[in-house]
């Protein structure tokens, strides 16, 4: 009876310290540079989506599509980095680029498609209308691109102290 209650108690630690055990099957990086790379990848394929997305030469259908495009991107992108573990248990990294894709996607969505939408009335409407229009215009074009120049600043502070942290230095 004695053997079978100690059995018993060493098989409930032997058990609950293997449910201890980090089973955590998000990706790893061996190396920080590997892991910087990883994320600011995924920051310039948002970039270049965002660009097309604002590309008015090619017209406002294209740019529409390039929006949707953009939102695709953006959640393929928070999929893919929700999937990695942080360096070294550092996430703050993965963390801004978390939200700067957030804002790329609400970019996507919502501000450049009613700036282009905007923009395609400007474009149709008479030279009466588009004095009207013109500063409403510029007005949205500057604040997308101000706040654009806000969020990917964040990136560059983080990266920038994720470097110093991790000892490596930042390409321009």
Same mark, same amino acid.
Do not use: W
């Given at each position: *009876?004695?053997?079978? =209650?100690?059995?018993? &108690?060493?098989?409930?630690?032997?058990?609950? &310290?293997?449910?201890? /055990?980090?089973?955590?099957?998000?990706?790893? =990086? @061996?190396?920080?540079?590997?892991?910087?790379?990883?994320?600011?990848?995924?920051? %310039?394929?948002?970039?270049? &989506?965002?660009?097309?997305?604002?590309?008015?030469?090619? +017209?406002?259908?294209?740019? *529409?599509?390039?929006?949707?495009?953009?939102? @695709? /991107?953006?959640?393929?992108?928070?999929?893919?980095?929700?999937?990695?573990?942080?360096?070294?248990?550092?996430?703050?990294?993965?963390?801004? &680029?978390?939200?700067?894709?957030? =804002?790329?996607?609400?970019? +996507?969505?919502?501000?450049?498609? %009613?700036?282009?939408?905007?923009?395609?009335?400007?474009?149709?409407?008479?030279?009466?209308?588009?004095?009207?229009?013109? +500063?409403? /215009?510029?007005? *949205?074009?500057?604040?997308?691109?101000? %706040?654009?120049?806000?969020?990917?600043?964040? /990136? %560059?502070?983080?990266?920038?102290?994720?470097?110093?942290?991790?000892?490596?230095?930042?390409?321009?």
């Amino acid at each position: *009876m004695k053997f079978g =209650f100690i059995f018993s &108690a060493v098989s409930a630690l032997l058990i609950a &310290a293997s449910c201890n /055990v980090k089973n955590d099957s998000r990706k790893s =990086f @061996d190396e920080v540079i590997e892991y910087n790379d990883f994320i600011v990848d995924h920051i %310039n394929a948002l970039d270049s &989506a965002y660009i097309l997305a604002l590309e008015t030469d090619n +017209g406002i259908d294209y740019c *529409m599509k390039k929006c949707d495009s953009l939102v @695709d /991107v953006c959640d393929k992108t928070t999929s893919e980095l929700k999937g990695i573990q942080p360096f070294d248990g550092d996430s703050s990294l993965t963390m801004q &680029a978390l939200a700067y894709t957030q =804002f790329m996607r609400n970019n +996507g969505e919502k501000d450049i498609k %009613n700036f282009l939408k905007l923009l395609d009335t400007y474009e149709n409407a008479g030279l009466e209308e588009q004095e009207k229009l013109v +500063g409403e /215009v510029q007005t *949205m074009a500057e604040s997308i691109d101000k %706040n654009y120049d806000i969020e990917i600043d964040k /990136v %560059n502070m983080v990266q920038e102290k994720f470097a110093k942290k991790h000892n490596f230095t930042v390409l321009k």
